[in-house]
């Protein structure tokens, strides 16, 4: 069996140096494989996405070479690629020969109005929309990769900046290297829609207004959008002559960043009608949920991965790895699925201050109740690795959320809980509910029981604590007490319900240090149960009629739209672990170990 020896002096250099040459390769590929049971739901979800291995229709397409627009034969190919994209139709693939596509040169040639890429059709379930390398001559190993060069110029009047609209259906957009944007890469306001296997790299932009390589715009109903294996790096205000960045802008630009309803807008049921809880929570409107973000790649953007605005979910942040970043995972939405991601610090100029932060912090009023207690509440934070951050993992709201088997080292703060108040009473004045899990007590034993809106008095019994167990950490988590306006009714004195491991410094050196620590057998195809599954090896599985890879057999992980999994379905941190052997495997496979250490256990009152 394969082994690793590495020490804790040398971890993050090393990565970083990895990681770094990795990045710099001319490739729409990144080192990473996601983990089994995440790779077998997104084969699920995109179990009926894939049509026939041969297209209905294929279009190649070649960059501008002085001729005329093409037929769109592999030897007369087609040369305008704006035009080829507004005119595809259900089951047509584009093909495109490895190469430089000037896309203003595009533009100009056939007089379109800007040098961005409109989708004008749907595709279907079965017969999607494809833009993709030439499948037979895509080699990025070897620089084979059709790359979309926008040279900074994807400008039209009126409409925020973007480079690819894709507001249709059933669209693949495959294999592609996207470069030189300015504002934003893909407008992603279609559904069932699968975007993956890209390169996108270098946006220029203030990061005030919404933006990243991937924005999803998408609203209104579950979007079933997946984004899965690209390589994301480099979005803020660039030195555009070096490709450095300077400035890494607000807080409104990621990697990828969702942008969809501000608010719900709820009408309540009428009281006189003995509405159930179900029935105030069917009064909103449909969520924007059911995004899935899998095993992508992102460094030197202001946030990896984030939402925007608290809603009902879920979404999904799966196997995903960021570096470099302020924030690795931002997610407000509920009963989201955050698990198997790999968050560190890097050697760029993006100090890593928050490795998952889960919920945000809204004002409140009896209006906005339900946007205000979404905040991520219900969602599972499963089996991630974080390095090196401020805070490993900052809950902005927490009731209902199920924290197991994370591994967080190298952090000021493991955990940190920032109770947020929510007003419902006396015009938006105290008294109010301070606490996302202290929600838990709102029954009618509560003293403001009788002054609470019929909206707060029917979900009485539907809130329940924080759990977090299973984790390791090398800190004391940080919970900080309730911070009531008036003191004397901070009568709840609720806590999270806490089982956690935190290692001694002995032990952080142990796991990091000099020891051998066994690889993934690949006979049993098994993982032990802590820190991230995310590892560096190829799939060794052809993927089936063009679907994803096969990963294999689930262990018991969360499928869409279900409750977040048994805490105590997991081992904890007991257990010494790496991810699959491969050729030229690195220290980072060995952040999915983690040690046995002394117990420190709170609970409830």
């Not at 804790?8 to 990473?32: C, R």
């Not at 996108?200 to 209104?220: C, E, K, R, W, Y």
């Not at 959320?401 to 000021?412: C, D, P």
Request: charged share 20%; net charge negative; hydrophobic share 35%.
């Amino acid at each position: 069996m394969t082994r690793l020896r590495f020490s804790l002096g040398t971890l993050l250099p090393l990565l970083s140096l990895t990681l770094a040459t990795a990045g710099a390769q001319a490739s729409t590929v990144h080192p990473f494989v996601g983990a089994p049971e995440d790779q077998a739901l997104i084969d699920g979800v995109l179990a009926d996405f894939f049509g026939p291995e041969t297209p209905a229709e294929v279009l190649y397409v070649a960059p501008p070479d002085g001729s005329q627009a093409g037929t769109g034969t592999r030897d007369d190919p087609l040369r305008d690629l704006i035009g080829a994209v507004a005119a595809a139709t259900a089951g047509t693939a584009l093909y495109l020969e490895p190469g430089v596509y000037d896309m203003s040169q595009i533009r100009d040639l056939w007089g379109h109005g800007s040098s961005v890429l409109d989708t004008g059709a749907d595709g279907t379930a079965g017969a999607p929309i494809i833009v993709s390398t030439d499948p037979e001559r895509y080699d990025p190993a070897a620089g084979q990769v059709a790359v979309l060069d926008f040279g900074y110029d994807n400008h039209r009047d009126n409409v925020r900046t973007m480079s690819f609209d894709m507001s249709h259906d059933f669209w693949l957009v495959e294999k592609l290297e996207l470069r030189n944007m300015d504002g934003r890469g893909i407008w992603l306001n279609g559904y069932d829609n699968v975007i993956r296997d890209n390169h996108m790299h270098h946006i220029d932009t203030d990061g005030t207004n919404n933006q990243g390589f991937i924005l999803v715009i998408a609203s209104g109903r579950p979007t079933n959008n997946v984004i899965m294996g690209n390589h994301f790096h480099h979005i803020g205000i660039l030195d555009r002559a070096s490709g450095e960045v300077t400035d890494y802008g607000g807080v409104n630009v990621a990697c990828v960043y969702t942008e969809t309803r501000q608010t719900y807008d709820t009408v309540l049921p009428d009281p006189g009608t003995s509405p159930t809880p179900q029935d105030y929570l069917d009064a909103k409107l449909p969520p924007d949920s059911h995004t899935y973000l899998y095993n992508n790649y992102g460094h030197h953007c202001a946030m990896g991965f984030a939402t925007k605005n608290s809603g009902e979910g879920p979404y999904f942040f799966l196997s995903n790895v960021a570096h470099d970043v302020r924030i690795g995972i931002k997610n407000s939405y509920s009963s989201s699925v955050i698990r198997h991601n790999v968050i560190y610090a890097g050697a760029g100029d993006v100090e890593l201050g928050t490795g998952i932060s889960n919920g945000n912090a809204n004002g409140g009023g009896v209006g906005e109740y339900f946007n205000d207690t979404a905040n991520g509440h219900l969602s599972e934070i499963r089996r991630n690795t974080i390095v090196g951050a401020g805070n490993g993992v900052n809950y902005r709201s927490g009731w209902g959320v199920v924290s197991s088997g994370n591994l967080i080292v190298e952090t000021t703060e493991g955990i940190h809980i920032h109770r947020n108040q929510f007003a419902w009473y006396d015009g938006g004045q105290w008294p109010g509910i301070r606490g996302e899990y202290i929600l838990g007590d709102l029954n009618a034993a509560h003293p403001y029981y009788a002054l609470m809106p019929d909206y707060v008095q029917a979900l009485e019994g539907t809130f329940v604590e924080l759990s977090t167990t299973g984790n390791c950490y090398d800190a004391e988590p940080i919970i900080a007490p309730a911070d009531f306006t008036q003191p004397e009714n901070d009568i709840t004195g609720m806590v999270p319900d806490e089982n956690y491991e935190v290692l001694s410094a002995p032990e952080v050196e142990q796991l990091f240090g000099d020891s051998e620590y066994p690889l993934r057998d690949d006979s049993t195809g098994l993982y032990e149960s802590c820190g991230s599954q995310v590892s560096q090896e190829e799939p060794t599985t052809e993927p089936p009629d063009g679907g994803a890879p096969d990963g294999g057999v689930t262990d018991g992980g969360t499928s869409p739209g279900a409750t977040p999994s048994d805490p105590e379905a997991d081992d904890g941190c007991g257990c010494r672990t790496a991810p699959r052997s491969g050729g030229g495997g690195w220290a980072m496979l060995a952040l999915a170990v983690a040690a046995s250490a002394a117990s420190r256990r709170r609970r409830s009152s």
